[in-house]
């Protein structure tokens, strides 16, 4: 089980013909204060299977602060893999959305994936104070 790609971005979606679109990646929002409302955040991932590692999985990510405390509450979903043809493994896309997520501290944030119970990757989101940032209630990545 491999994530092939991985992104935080302002929107991201799986179209009706299976193409992941993402736009706005980014990997830090600026800030004029903590605590700071954020939104809309999309998380979108490509997840490929090996042969013989089966067709359903179970995603979770959790956000977290700097300190390891939770965020947001877990994000789980039950997925199916498609797969491509015999020894070929199968692959899926997949966004979550994260609406209005409230950050309390600055620093390193992450968002860490797990597949069926084991860590698989973790994305860096750095929350820092910019002189420049948008005041709070505005779109701040």
Not at 1 to 5: A, G, P, S, V
Not at 53 to 64: F, I, K, P
Not at 114 to 125: A, E, M, P, R, T
């Given at each position: ?5 991985a992104a935080l971005a302002d ?36 997840i490929h299977a090996d042969p ?18 939770e965020v947001l509450p877990e ?67």
């Open positions: 089980m491999r994530i092939m790609l929107y991201a979606a799986v179209t009706d013909h299976g193409k992941l679109v993402i736009a706005g990646v980014f990997d830090a929002i600026r800030v004029s204060q903590v605590p700071i409302r954020h939104p809309m955040m999309a998380l979108a991932m490509r013989g590692e089966g067709s359903t999985h179970q995603v979770t990510v959790r956000l977290v602060d700097p300190d390891g405390q994000l789980k979903a039950d997925v199916q893999f498609k797969e491509h043809g015999p020894g070929e493994g199968g692959d899926v896309q997949i966004v979550m959305h994260a609406p209005g997520v409230v950050f309390k501290q600055l620093g390193p944030h992450a968002f860490d994936v797990f597949i069926d119970g084991v860590h698989v990757q973790s994305l860096s989101l750095w929350i820092r104070l910019s002189a420049d940032a948008p005041p709070p209630g505005s779109a701040p990545s």
